[in-house]
């Protein structure tokens, strides 16, 4: 072999390992970004929206009426007599449907018979935490529920 065949064998690998060298540092930068996104991603402000529900007259105390939140869930608004609650219909028990019974004065999940008060606390049965609660307002005599932002 004589000295060019060598230079051109020794440029050519030398070219070679720089391109895997390179490839391999930015899978690695890639797979580091990634996993540091996995490990701790960015916390976004929550962004909140107030949904009307209702004018405040048309829900006596004792009733409660129910909408569909921004994802679908329906929440319950509810006069207990000293203001709204607005909580959210699924027991935190199993995940059944809660209704307001207003004879009771409580919401009512015909799973395992567990009870929340009108704030939505347990007051009965194996719910192990009280009903998801939203933030109510009201304006002008209307009723709005403040829900987060899909």
């Known amino acids: 072999m004589d000295n060019s065949e060598k230079d051109k064998n020794s440029r050519r690998d030398f070219l070679s390992s720089t ?4 490839g391999l540092v930015a899978s690695y930068g890639v797979a580091t970004y990634y996993a540091t996104q996995f490990v701790a991603p960015e916390n976004k402000e929550k962004v909140f929206r107030s949904i009307y529900v209702s004018p405040e007259k048309n829900i006596p105390v004792g009733v409660s009426k129910t909408i569909t939140d921004l994802k679908g869930r329906k929440i319950s608004i509810t006069n207990t007599g000293s203001g709204f609650t607005a909580l959210s219909t699924v027991c935190t028990h199993l995940g059944c449907k ?26 009965q049965g194996p719910p192990p935490r009280p009903l998801d609660k939203y933030e109510v307002e009201l304006i002008d005599g209307n009723i709005f529920v403040k829900i987060e932002e899909v």
Not at 103 to 116: D, L, M, R, V
């Open 98 to 123: 809660v209704h307001w019974e207003g004879s009771k004065n409580a919401f009512y999940c015909p799973c395992h018979e567990g009870f929340f008060d009108s704030d939505g606390n347990v007051s």
């Open 19 to 22: 391109l895997m060298g390179v």
